[in-house]
C-alpha cells in the first residue's frame, strides 16, 4: 500500500559534484524505500563511490539535497552529525581493517567510543556475538587482520559494519578480491543480515552475480546520472542501451538467472 506517508529512508535530489574540472555526478535522482537493498552499477568513474560518499558526508555536493526520512542532512554539524553516523554501517572495499587491534576491537571500534561507550568485557562478548552471525567461530575474536584471510577479513569488516544494528547499510565492491565461491558466501551473508535486520541497503558492485544474490532493486549511473533504476527482475530486459551493453559486454556474460 502506498500513500503520502511513504516517504524514502533515503533520497538524492538533483545531486551535482565536480572536482576542478571534471564534473562527476550531473543531478542524480535516487530514492530508496525502507528495508530495501538497492544495488548501483556502473562503469568505473561513472559517480558511483561518490554518490555514496555525498550520503554519508564525506563529500558534500555543490547542488542538489539528501534527505534521510524525509529530512535534509546537508551541513549536519556536531551532536547532529554524529546522530545521522549512528544510523550507518558500512562495509569498506579493501576491509579498511586497524592491523594493531585484534578482531574484537575492530569489530566494536565504535562501541569503545564515546558518553555511552561499552565495557571491554562487553564489547568482546558483542563482538564474538557478530562474528557468530558472520559465520566466523568465538576463536577469531583475539586474531589479528594480518592472520586472516580475504574471506575471512570481508567477514571481520561485515561484523564491524552490523556491530551498531545501523538503520542504513552500505557495501562498497564486498565480493572484490574474493574468488567466485567465497564471493557467493558474502553476497549470502550481506542478504541475509540486511534482512534481519531490517535495514535498508545500497551496495555498489562490478559484480553481477552480486546485483542477483543481494539487490532488489538496480540503479545504473552513467555519465552522472542515473540512466535506469528499477527491479532487479527487469535487469536483463531494461531496453536501456548502456544497461544491456554493461552487463552483455562483460567477460563473464549475462546474468544466468534472476530472483
Known amino acids: 500500500m502506498t500513500g503520502v506517508t511513504d516517504i524514502p529512508r533515503i533520497e538524492m535530489r ?6 576542478g574540472s571534471k564534473r562527476v555526478l550531473e543531478g542524480v535522482d535516487l530514492t530508496v524505500a525502507k528495508g530495501e537493498s ?37 551541513g549536519a554539524r556536531g551532536s547532529s552529525r554524529d546522530a545521522l553516523l549512528s544510523r550507518f554501517g558500512m562495509l569498506f572495499q579493501g576491509g579498511a581493517l586497524f592491523d594493531s587491534m585484534p578482531v574484537w576491537r575492530n569489530i566494536s571500534f565504535r562501541l ?13 562478548d558483542l563482538a564474538i556475538e557478530k562474528l557468530r552471525r558472520c559465520g566466523l ?6 586474531l589479528f587482520p594480518a592472520e586472516l584471510s580475504g574471506g575471512m577479513q570481508k567477514r571481520v569488516g561485515l561484523a564491524r559494519a552490523i556491530a551498531a544494528e545501523p538503520e542504513i547499510m552500505f557495501f562498497d565492491e564486498p565480493t572484490a578480491g574474493l574468488d567466485p565461491i567465497m564471493a557467493t558466501v558474502i553476497n549470502q551473508l550481506i542478504r541475509q543480515v540486511v534482512s534481519e535486520m531490517g535495514a535498508t541497503a545500497i551496495t ?9 544474490e ?6 545504473m549511473i552513467h555519465q552522472g546520472c542515473v540512466q535506469w533504476h528499477g527491479p532487479v527482475s527487469d535487469v536483463e530486459n531494461s531496453g536501456e542501451p548502456h544497461m544491456d551493453q554493461f552487463i552483455h559486454g562483460r567477460e563473464d556474460g549475462p546474468i544466468e538467472a534472476v530472483r
Open 14 to 19: 538533483g545531486v551535482k559534484k565536480a572536482f
Open 38 to 74: 538497492l544495488v548501483i552499477i556502473g562503469g568505473s568513474g561513472t559517480g558511483k563511490s561518490v554518490s555514496i560518499k555525498t550520503i554519508i558526508g564525506l563529500i558534500e555536493p555543490d547542488e542538489g539535497d539528501i534527505l534521510i526520512d524525509g529530512k535534509s542532512i546537508l
Open 112 to 124: 569503545l567510543q564515546g558518553r555511552n561507550r561499552l565495557s571491554a568485557d562487553d564489547a568482546r
Open 137 to 142: 567461530g568465538p576463536e577469531t575474536a583475539d
Open 204 to 212: 555498489i558492485t562490478h559484480d553481477m552475480r552480486s546485483v542477483v
Open 214 to 219: 543481494i539487490a532488489d532493486q538496480v540503479a
